[in-house]
Nanobody, 112 residues
Framework: QVHLVESGGGLVQAGGSLRLSCAAS????????MGWYRQAEGKQRELVAT???????NYGDSVKGRFTISRDNARNTVYLQMNSLKPEDTGVYYC??????RGQGTQVTVSS
């Protein structure tokens, strides 16, 4: 069993920044792909960013150039740095491991 715990969400004004954290209960090296997904109210869940065990990254088109995914192997933690936030970034952000494990999510609300 793997536990993923997200933190760092909150309310921020448009143009602001937040950093989300995802702490895993075991080494993140054991996963091929760590990722962040989000779901806005009334919408389908969408990809935000992924990071492979070899360091390759992939971003959703709407966040490219604004968000950065990274990891701290020693802390078994994956981060999502979010800059230049927009109201349309509002949603629940979920940490994901190999599309097999998912955290409970953290709410991000961006006010205009």
């Amino acid at each position: 069993q793997v536990h993923l715990v997200e933190s760092g969400g909150g309310l921020v004004q448009a143009g602001g920044s937040l950093r989300l954290s995802c702490a895993a209960s075991r080494s993140i090296f054991s996963f091929n792909v760590m990722g962040w997904y989000r779901q806005a109210e009334g919408k389908q869940r969408e990809l935000v960013a992924t990071l492979t065990s070899t360091g390759s990254t992939n971003y959703g088109d709407s966040v490219k150039g604004r968000f950065t995914i990274s990891r701290d192997n020693a802390r078994n933690t994956v981060y999502l740095q979010m800059n230049s936030l927009k109201p349309e970034d509002t949603g629940v952000y979920y940490c994901d491991a190999d599309r097999n494990f998912r955290g409970q999510g953290t709410q991000v609300t961006v006010s205009s």
